[in-house]
């Protein structure tokens, strides 16, 4: 029998959702833009704060830089702090109109002779860089980074000089792999599902994904991860999963697995995310600035995975 006057145990906490505890993550830890890109996808917020968040990083000669992308670090625009901009206008459906029109100048700009698209600029040398990220004087073109920005510019019904040429590199580039690792595969995914020519595509995609599984570019089976192996370079543990290829079910890499492949994948995804609540990053972690920086980006991107799938998620 409890003492008189003691003090009564605390009440049991509620269950919060998974989507109102990554809420909190993110007002706890994000920058701005990812704040504002959380409202928008999950709060009814409009995308005009996106927007404005974003204008941030742009630069006069419409390329994006100032570390939008977490592992580039500085003030000059970049290819892929560039291509990062995209996805975020392409999320919010403003992926258009003058703003864009600039960035295609600041791509014609940075363009190799293949026309195509260097992952990095040596504009980067002097600036704090990931040890992973090579800066060299005279960079090739690479899918990496023209994949997803032709991709998004296609989905969008972007249509500028620049596109041409870049198309055809990515073209060539897909149709003639012979060896990758995941993030170069995830680059092709997004040029493919997005490039007009609709057969042309899924020949490709069944050919990638076909690579994928062979080469096994995928972990298939969550609960014996050690049993998998990761790309050479990356970090420990630095995986990648179906959902990492096919983020969405209409998506063209969504046929490379099987509904019970995918639903593992989703499972562990879900399960993924931690006390603070947000998701995790599998890269390596060289700066704690930078992580802090990607974590929300993550976050968001987890949940809306789960949601297009129509995993529960509030």
Not at 103 to 109: D, F, G, H, I, M
Not at 161 to 186: G, K, N
Not at 187 to 205: G, K, N, Q, T, Y
Not at 253 to 267: C, G, K, N, P, V
């Amino acid at each position: 029998m409890a003492e008189t006057g003691a003090s009564p145990l605390p009440p049991t906490p509620p269950a919060r959702s998974p989507l109102a505890r990554a809420e909190h993550f993110v007002w706890l830890t994000a920058r701005v833009l990812e704040q504002r890109l959380f409202a928008y996808h999950f709060l009814n917020a409009s995308a005009d704060p996106v927007e404005t968040a974003l204008d941030a990083y742009r630069n006069a000669d419409g390329g994006y830089g100032h570390g939008l992308e977490p592992d580039l670090r500085g003030p000059v625009s970049q290819p892929l702090h560039t291509g990062h901009a995209l996805r975020v206008l392409d999320s919010v459906g403003r992926c258009g109109g003058q703003r864009v029109e600039r960035v295609c100048r600041y791509l014609t700009s940075v363009t190799t002779p293949e026309g195509a698209l260097p992952a990095i600029h040596p504009s980067q040398r002097g600036y704090p860089a990931a040890p992973f990220i090579p800066i060299p004087d005279d960079p090739p073109g690479e899918l990496l980074a023209t994949g997803p920005v032709v991709g998004l510019l296609h989905r969008n019904e972007v249509w500028h000089a620049w596109l041409f040429r870049a198309t055809d590199f990515c073209w060539q580039a897909v149709e003639s792999m012979q060896r990758s690792h995941p993030y170069e595969i995830q680059a092709a995914v997004i040029f493919l599902d997005s490039v007009p020519d609709r057969p042309r595509a899924e020949v490709a995609a069944d050919r990638l994904g076909r690579l994928v599984r062979e080469n096994r570019l995928v972990a298939l089976d969550p609960d014996r991860l050690d049993a998998s192996p990761v790309a050479p370079g990356y970090a420990p543990g630095e995986h990648h999963f179906p959902h990492d290829y096919a983020k969405t079910p209409t998506s063209l890499a969504r046929a490379w697995f099987t509904d019970h492949e995918m639903a593992r994948s989703l499972d562990f995804l879900a399960g993924e995310q931690q006390e603070d609540g947000g998701w995790p990053i599998r890269w390596r972690q060289w700066a704690p600035g930078t992580a802090l920086e990607a974590r929300p980006a993550v976050t968001i991107e987890a949940l809306r995975t789960l949601r297009a799938y129509g995993r529960p998620v509030g």
